[in-house]
């Protein structure tokens, strides 16, 4: 059984292929890119799309287990593969949290029983319930399946155990993800909802509102904190959703000196400002929380200088009726699967800097290589994990078009351009 | 006017704030009369929705719509279902349902006054909401009563020279009236030590100092705001004793405002902390006159939202 995707524009960052022509497919694994490569049982037309190798989003809150009213398998691998994504990483605070064996496990079942192919990664937590004050079993959760360590959502505060947490992932071969906050300074951070802790970027905005705010340099800090710890330590640590103008510096400048630090950033942190919140918008709540103009046209020169090494979405579901709330109880996040590839088409591409070649790469190939995932290239021989888009493609955002089964997007209503057409995993199409 | 709802200061124009002043003159001749009542609002239903304490902000919008005839009713949120974790949309809907045309709302979260008016007329139900203090955010009916007061002791508010003294992060009631204020033309200063002055206030037209004694220099009005009590003693401020000596108004500090400057003040009062006791008593204190004004304005919005000729939808 093969497959030929004819016609297409074939982008490859990782062997800085760009032209027009075919994709051949055979066994679930890529057998060659190039011209005049025959025939096939089968062959899908993409003339006119983008052909790529599937993205891989290294930061998806996946809700499950336990919070499956928010998201479930069914529905986040839907979200995925109509987006172009055929591999996403998922985030351990469920409930239970991802700390042990079993929970991986069930990750990985649910993900072959309940899913569509979309390959889902669980991340496991850094410490037992994400208290941050003992280490998981890393040995074992890497074996079961983990991909990397995180502390997202309940960020450690305390430099020891931060320290302590690099020198063990180290020994394991994880890459230790970080959630950047100083909490004294946000007021808790997401322990702070609703009891009075900061919900939006510090500024004039959060002024005139009488919001409490965070501010950047809280941000600032944590990062120069893991860093330093992670120049200190050889250990590699990835720094989640930078939002600030001063993450991106610190970061620059600790790659500057050969730390083994990498980044992300998510659409909606180079794309929006924190004037999206006005009319307290619960829609643009989350942590943390939209900056300034500054801080994304930082962010934007971070990926053209290569300091932000990829996108990722910070995918976080949460039903309707926990957003139609105050603003200070509404819970923090938004959903970014579906959203991911037109806003940073028009933002870092139609608007900005990049070409599609490099936008594939912080969408794809980078990301995978963040993780040492197996994905984003389409060299023969990988498996064929492959998506077709259509960067033209205008589309409107509405609750019924949307796959995930929480609908919480700042983009809502909005009209978008670049789709995905078709995504295969393992030379299986999943849309 | 077409405005259904109140909810704060910022978007409200220089002529509707106008409208509300003058209404609100008229309501005090009302207020003044033997017979306090009109039958303005007669049928119309009031309801307060306190999710936080208050004493005179309450307590003055049921006198000025029962002053005008409205039926009223009160939810006291310890007694009520919020208490067992109903949502603020389900408690509006269910008093909608009951047949509540209008609702006053405090919360302690910004915003919240704009999230219940966000229901109406979505679930079959149109009422208006009046923002009676929302968290940090603003309390508009305050900033008119104060706007309402400078007018009646200076005529008119363009051009004013009026400093605000004390805790400007936190207040509601600095945001309204900075943001009325300079929507009328009056010249603002804004005084605080630097832990309760956001520098982001340097964004609008205003002054800004963090000496008490420059903030009153040559000021018509010298308005203090409360100083809550748990920012008394910690980051924000080392001591109340402190904040007395540096912020406190006194009557040497007055001196050097205009000779006929009046001093405002929210209330509740800290006597001795925010203002001395001899210029809180003193001639210059217009602190009651604020009080009585207040339903009077609240007359006036009530009457604006709901009643009247116009703006019934």
Redesign the interface.
């Known amino acids: 059984m093969n497959l030929l995707i004819k016609n297409g524009r074939v982008i490859d960052p990782s062997q800085a292929f760009d032209a027009v022509a075919d994709v051949l497919i055979s066994d679930g694994e890529i057998k060659a890119v190039g011209f005049d490569l025959g025939e096939a049982d089968e062959v899908f037309d993409a003339t006119g799309l983008v052909v790529a190798p599937g993205f891989v989003d290294i930061h998806v809150h996946g809700r499950t287990p336990g919070q499956e009213y928010k998201e479930d398998t069914t529905t986040l691998s839907a979200a995925a593969a109509a987006s172009g994504f055929t591999t996403i990483c998922v985030m351990p605070n469920t409930a239970p949290t991802i700390d042990c064996r079993s929970v991986v496990e069930d990750v990985l079942s649910r993900a072959r029983t309940e899913g569509n192919g979309v390959r889902i990664l669980p991340i496991a937590s850094v410490s037992i319930a994400a208290k941050n004050e003992q280490l998981t079993e890393f040995g074992e959760l890497k074996e079961a399946g983990a991909v990397a360590v995180s502390d997202d959502a309940f960020p450690v505060q305390d430099a020891d155990f931060l320290r302590r947490t690099f020198r063990y992932a180290k020994t394991l071969g994880l890459v230790t993800m970080l959630h950047c906050e100083d909490i004294a300074l946000t007021g808790g951070g997401h322990a702070g909802v609703g009891k009075g802790g900061g919900v939006m970027n510090e500024?004039?905005v959060?002024?005139?509102?009488?919001?409490?705010g965070m501010p950047r340099v809280s941000e600032e800090l944590a990062v120069y904190k893991a860093c330093a710890l992670a120049r200190d330590e050889g250990a590699r640590v990835h720094i989640l959703h930078v939002s600030t103008k001063g993450g991106v510096d610190v970061v620059r400048a600790f790659k500057a000196i050969g730390a083994p630090v990498t980044a992300e950033a998510g659409p909606h942190h180079f794309a929006l400002t924190d004037e999206a919140v006005r009319?307290?918008n619960t829609g643009a709540k989350m942590n943390p929380p939209l900056r300034t103009l500054v801080d994304c046209e930082a962010i934007i020169a971070g990926f053209v200088d290569g300091t932000i090494d990829c996108i990722a979405t910070d995918h976080a579901p949460h039903a309707a009726?926990e957003k139609?709330?105050?603003?200070?109880?509404a819970p923090f996040g938004i959903i970014g699967l579906e959203t991911s590839l037109p806003i940073s088409l028009r933002t870092l591409v139609e608007r900005g800097p990049l070409d599609l070649p490099s936008l594939v790469f912080l969408m794809s190939t980078r990301p995978a290589e963040v993780l040492e995932i197996d994905a984003g290239t389409l060299q023969p021989g990988a498996r064929a994990d492959v998506c077709a888009f259509d960067p033209n493609e205008r589309w409107a955002v509405t609750p019924e078009v949307l796959r995930s089964k929480s609908k919480n997007t700042p983009w809502m209503g909005q009209t978008l351009t670049g789709r995905a057409k078709a995504t295969w995993v393992a030379g299986k199409r999943v849309f | 006017m077409k405005r259904k709802h109140l909810l704060g200061l910022q978007d409200a124009t220089r002529e509707e704030i106008e409208t509300w002043l003058e209404t609100a003159d008229a309501m005090r001749e009302v207020l003044a009369r033997p017979i306090k009542k009109t039958p303005a609002l007669r049928g119309q239903s009031v309801c307060t929705l306190f999710f936080e304490p208050s004493t005179r902000t309450r307590a003055s919008f049921e006198m000025a719509a029962k002053t005008m005839s409205a039926d009223t009713s009160s939810l006291t949120v310890a007694a009520s279902s919020v208490s067992k974790g109903e949502t603020l949309k389900d408690t509006l809907l269910t008093l909608a349902a009951m047949g509540a045309k209008c609702f006053v709302i405090r919360h302690s979260s910004s915003g919240a006054p704009e999230l219940a008016a966000s229901y109406s007329g979505k679930f079959g139900f149109d009422f208006s909401v009046v923002n009676a203090g929302d968290g940090q955010h603003e309390h508009p009916t305050q900033g008119l009563l104060d706007m309402m007061t400078m007018r009646e002791h200076k005529g008119q508010i363009e051009g004013l020279n009026v400093c605000i003294i004390g805790d400007l992060l936190h207040s509601r009631v600095a945001r309204s009236n900075v943001f009325g204020l300079l929507t009328m033309g009056a010249n603002l200063t804004l005084c605080g030590p630097h832990t309760l002055l956001p520098q982001e206030f340097s964004a609008m037209n205003v002054k800004m100092t963090t000496n008490a004694d420059e903030a009153v220099e040559g000021a018509d009005v010298v308005m203090t705001l409360r100083l809550q009590n748990e920012r008394m003693n910690g980051a924000y401020l080392p001591s109340v004793r402190e904040f007395a000596r540096l912020y406190g108004i006194n009557a040497q500090r007055l001196k050097r405002a205009k000779p006929d400057a009046i001093l405002m003040h929210p209330g509740p009062i800290n006597r001795g902390v925010e203002i001395s006791d001899e210029v809180a008593d003193g001639a210059q204190s217009v602190i009651l006159n604020q009080v009585t004004n207040g339903v009077a304005v609240r007359m006036a919005v009530l009457y604006h939202l709901l009643g009247g000729n116009e703006g019934n939808e």
């Not at chain 1, 959060?206 to 409490?212: C, F, P, V």
């Open positions: 500024g004039q959060s002024l005139e509102m009488g919001l409490r009319g307290y009726r139609d709330r105050e603003f200070d109880a």
